[in-house]
């Protein structure tokens, strides 16, 4: 999980993916603006992240946008060839 403060305001923005062990199941990639600082504590921060992929994660080849006053934040995620 990356985390970015977003300069001039006092928001960060987390950017997190998942890739699974098994074929079967996709990719997800998480992008989250929020007002606090991801937590210190290793335990938070899984917690942290399983809330946040429920609630925001895309698939390979959807995308997100996130609109604010004075910032946008535009991510996809694509899924690679397996040859």
């Known amino acids: 999980m990356l985390c970015y403060q977003i300069e001039g305001t006092p928001n960060y923005l987390l950017i997190s993916w998942k890739v699974p062990l098994l074929r079967h199941r996709k990719n997800e990639l998480c992008v989250h603006v929020c007002t606090n600082r991801l937590p210190e504590e290793q335990k938070e921060?899984?917690?942290?992240?399983?809330?946040?992929?429920?609630t925001n994660k895309i698939f390979p080849d959807e995308s997100i946008q996130l609109n604010y006053d004075d910032f946008r934040v535009s991510a996809t995620i694509s899924s690679g060839s397996h040859d």
């Open 45 to 54: 921060k899984n917690i942290f992240r399983k809330n946040m992929h429920k």
